[in-house]
């Protein structure tokens, strides 16, 4: 291992900050070499530290230091000194004091994207995690929550709009210059990482909304010019998120004005700076001819997120690093039931699940497991995971169940109260949960401290005479690293009795009154549960709309899951029911494949999905996901060691392909029904029309390839918006048809333009399932259009193959990990924060078999011995060979 280990911080070391900053005054000049900015911070020692009478330190990184002064006057060499992290104050006053610091930095050197930098000229900002310290030297931590005023100023010809958070008190000319300023003044206290300043040639299109109080709101968003026309959506997701908070937490927007710039180059999604969220363009622009229905329903939902913030992270953060998850799984919660509301309920959970599964349940399987509230980290942009945002969603939607819907409104409720203003931590959230239900909830906070999903596994017994029905619930948490013995967790199970005539039977416990909304609480090791008055046998419905997030195992036969999945009231365990008979399929087809024996027709799954197919009461998408099988990555997880990825990819291509010819006639029938003449409209119903076309086309392709690629290429020809023509260019990059690159190049031609339509180009032949895919690839990092300094590009084309393409990342010889092991080099030294995520993809090499595993380990080896690596990704990778 390297000699100079960074430094691991703990969460039990916590100590409140030696100094409280109430205010801050900035004044930055604009310049795209150095950027001037002079800082006027109102300061006194905090009562609550035991080290308010010791030295002030101050965080800083790339900053160059012009001068310092304490309460006006200048300070002498010897009273500060400096190292590339901090400045330190030896002797600070004892009493409130002000501090006045002036920097340099440089936005155009700045390829991190972390401080302040330049997006194609556009000055902008990112601050989360710790990227404030790059801008100026600062107390930069979450629970240092101080009053912000800013002034900028910039060539008028540069950046002729100057943004910040809060609201525009002054702006106007600086006589006899080209130049011009605007100060911004937020009356909200909020931790620096919130902080945000945007400075360039934008255009904005403007709406208002007025909120339940009767105040009215300015909306702007700001674009490159020429783009205006494409934030429509955008702006109505605004809308709908504002009015949706208001009715499901009674949450008002409390500033006069609500700003979203959208940037080219970002290293994330999006961020919630107060007032001033700076978007990734991809979630904000939207055509009918430049955006499919996921990025129309992703820009839906990431809006709301972000705006969510203003009250669950804004208006009250964290205390700690620690507590991501008090903001993040805590909006994402909130996210998915405005995207319920708005949307289909049943099919966002379901999506919702297979995000979680995809991205988190592979996760918490290897080496990067870490709990929701990880107890320690080297670099805490490491820790913006799946785990901490989509497992700590899972967390809060389990409280809510377990309170019941108005007691959780209860909770929420108290916590608005008494935490606004203030940054808190999970221990203050959950005893919120505890006060206002008068539940005692130590047990399920472990869901925060245990990392691994939780095995539960259900036995079942009938007794005729004396009409009893028996559920054994036993459970097991897998070891995780740093974590080897685990206690039984707090696990609601919700659950239903289907009767032999589909309908669910009343549900009476042995000794106990009828149940509520029939949760069972599992709480010890193993639990049974005894159910009275069943008179015949039942077919068990377990984990209801996934009331946990834990994987089970059952002892339901096929026939069993061929009746839930026509008749379970539950539409999330419907379509579970025929994903694990799919995963069962698929394992037994790779155990025939293997054994070079013939795989047997899947006549009843294929017949029960035509059924579906038939349902008037389901609705396209439902039927759509339906139609999907389980995933590779579900399948992996399922066999979870000495995983061939070729052999999952060819045991599950083959059983599309046997379910494509069994079904033919009726995804023909399918496919020419849901053609959609009309012009295009995002709605739900319209896109999931769309999707059970696709779903449809991809079968038929996979029953056969030439008949496939001749469909997917007039269903390409025929496309009048962009869902479509993605939609049928996903079916062709799975096939080796002369079709696939002609369409691929007719793309390009038609959208070379539009950057982002370019990514998906990227991103769509990073996918093609080869063992040569890296080889491609490499190619793509020459292309002309390929740009090594935009994360939105690198993960459209590296991203995008070492997390989508199993068989290519995967290929026998190494070759994807030796790929990626060079890109994550590269990388490194110009934007450690992408590089490090990129490391994160070998998160599940140690479940592979022994050739594949030997070649990531040494990919991983290769990326470690490397000089001056950056701590995130010397962090990721070191975990990850642990
Ligand atoms: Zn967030």
Redesign the pocket.
Known sequence: MNKNSPKTIHLKDYTPPSHVIDRVGLDVTFHAEETAVSAHLAVRPNPDSPASEGPLELDGESLRLVRIAVDGKELAKGDYSTTDQKLTIHHPPARPFTLDISTLCSPKANTELSGLYLSNGIYCTQCEAEGFRRITYFLDRPDVLARFRVRIEAEKSEAPVLLANGNLIDSGDIAGTGRHFAVWEDPFPKPCYLFAMVGGNLAFVEDSFTTMSGRKIALRIYVEPGKEDRCGWAMESIKKSMAWDEQAFGREYDLDIFMIVAVSMFNM????NKGLNVFNDKYVLALPDSATDTDYSNIEAIIA??YF?NWT?NRITCRDWFQLCL??GL??FRDQEFSSDVRSRAVKRIQDVRTLRAQQFPEDAGPLAHPVRPSSYIEINNFYTATV?EKGAEVVRMMKTLLGESVFRKAMDLYFTRYDGQAATIEDFVQCMSDASGRNLSQFFRWYEQAGTPELSVKSQWDKRSKTYVLKLTQRVPTTPGQPDKQPQHIPVAVGLVGPNGHDMALELDGEELLHESILELKAKSQTFRFKNIGSRPVPSINRGFSAPVKVTSDLTQKDLLFLMAHDSDPFNRWEAGQIIGKRLILDTMTKIKARRPVAEPKAYAAALSETLADRQADAQFKALMLNLPTEQDVASDIARNVDPQLIHNGRERLKQRIGRLMHSRLMQRWNATKITGPYSPDPASAGKRALRHASLALLAAADAKEGARLAMRHFRDARNMSDEIGALGVLIQLEEPERDEALQQYLDRHEDDHLLVDKWFALQAQMPTPEAAERVRSLMKHPRFNWQSPNRIRSLIGTFATFNSVGFNAPDGAGYRLLADVVLRLDKSNPQVAARLAASFRSYKALEGKRRRHAANALKSILEAPGLSRDTYEIVSRSLQ
Do not use: F, P
């Open positions: 999604g999006a961020m919630e997120h972000e913030h992270g903001k993040e909006t994402v945002y």
